[in-house]
C-alpha cells in the first residue's frame, strides 16, 4: 500500500550516479548495489555530454527488452 504524502512531509531520496560510457552502466561496488536496493532510492546516468537523467524501471525494461522478472 502506497502512502499518501502531505505538503509538511519530508521524504529523503539516496541518489546514485554513474557514468554511463558507451552506453552503457556499470555497478562496481556492493554499496552502490544496496544503496539501489532501497525503495526511496535513484539511478542517475551522465554520459559527460548531455544533460544527466533519471534511469527508471521502465527505462529499463524498454531498452533491454525484457519481460519477465522473476521475483
Not at 539516496?14 to 544496496?34: G, L
Amino acid at each position: 500500500m502506497a502512502k499518501i504524502l502531505g505538503s509538511g512531509d519530508r521524504v529523503f531520496v539516496e541518489v546514485v550516479v554513474r557514468q554511463s560510457d558507451n552506453r552503457a552502466v556499470i555497478i562496481y561496488y556492493t554499496s552502490k548495489k544496496a544503496t539501489v536496493d532501497n525503495p526511496n532510492a535513484e539511478l542517475w546516468i551522465d554520459n559527460g555530454v548531455d544533460e544527466p537523467r533519471h534511469l527508471t524501471l521502465g527505462n529499463i525494461i524498454k531498452t533491454t527488452g525484457i519481460n519477465r522478472i522473476r521475483v
